[in-house]
């Protein structure tokens, strides 16, 4: 049970320009039934300053975090990744998830926010469905629940996940060997959809095909090294190459 508080500490891991902030900003702690002292991480200086200057004109009040490194461990009760996993390759999402969980306290949680399927075309995206997302925290040691919504036929949903072990640790590598066979999965059931389809017939179908080319296409360019990643990231990542094989090869 999420210990009861006056205030609550969130972490928007991967704040963009700070939609969330700005939307939770707009709700009363009576809706939100507490108070909230919101900050927010960008990894993009570029996107951070512009996130800053957005917020300030907006007289939104949050903490823009500079360095990640000089945040105190396990200091929020919830850390949200909000639209932020379907966009990164697998030791970027790994080390997302580890920093998130080392950030929240044993007694908080770890919010992923995804949709799936997207509503639009992202030149490198692997959208997961709530049940393989659930499916991914639970296989990393989490205890995981959901909520999910329907709009423009698909699925928004939450994934609120609390370590089993807080203790522990949970590391990129662990984390990254997890996502791996999940992408494995991932590759599998896109291809099968791709391949069942004898033709395309009016908006659904060509959203579908256009999905699963996005997830095959993504992930083709992860594994020959086509995937840009961010030059630091690339640099410091000591992930082992991935070989993604189809369940049962």
């Known amino acids: 049970m999420l210990e009861r508080k006056s205030v609550y500490r969130l972490l928007d891991f991967g704040a963009g320009i700070g939609r969330l902030a700005t939307e939770l900003a707009k709700e009363s702690p009576w809706r939100l039934g507490a108070n909230l002292d919101v900050h927010c ?62 950030l929240t306290r044993p007694t908080g949680e770890v919010a992923i926010v995804e ?62 060997e997890r996502i791996q066979k999940t992408w494995a999965r991932l590759l599998d059931d896109a291809l099968s959809s791709y391949t069942s389809f004898q033709s395309l017939s009016g908006y659904h179908d060509f959203s579908v095909c256009l999905q699963d080319l996005t997830t095959i296409a993504s992930i083709t360019a992860h594994l020959l090294g086509r995937w840009p990643m961010p030059s630091d990231t690339a640099k410091d990542s000591k992930a082992t190459p991935i070989d993604l094989k189809p369940p049962g090869c």
């Open 115 to 176: 949709l799936c399927p997207l509503l639009k075309a992202e030149k490198f995206a692997v959208p997961y469905p709530e049940a393989i997302m659930k499916e991914l925290l639970s296989s990393c040691n989490f205890a995981a629940r959901s909520h999910s919504f329907s709009i423009l036929g698909a699925s928004a949903y939450a994934v609120l996940a609390r370590r089993l072990h807080p203790d522990a640790g949970l590391s990129a590598e662990y984390v990254a």
């Open 41 to 102: 991480w960008e990894p993009d200086p570029t996107r951070r300053g512009e996130m800053s200057r957005v917020l300030i004109d907006l007289g939104v009040k949050v903490t823009v975090i500079e360095d990640l490194s000089q945040v105190e461990a396990q200091s929020f009760d919830f850390s949200v990744l909000a639209n932020v996993l379907h966009e990164l390759p697998v030791p970027i999402a790994a080390e997302a998830i580890s920093q998130a969980a080392s």
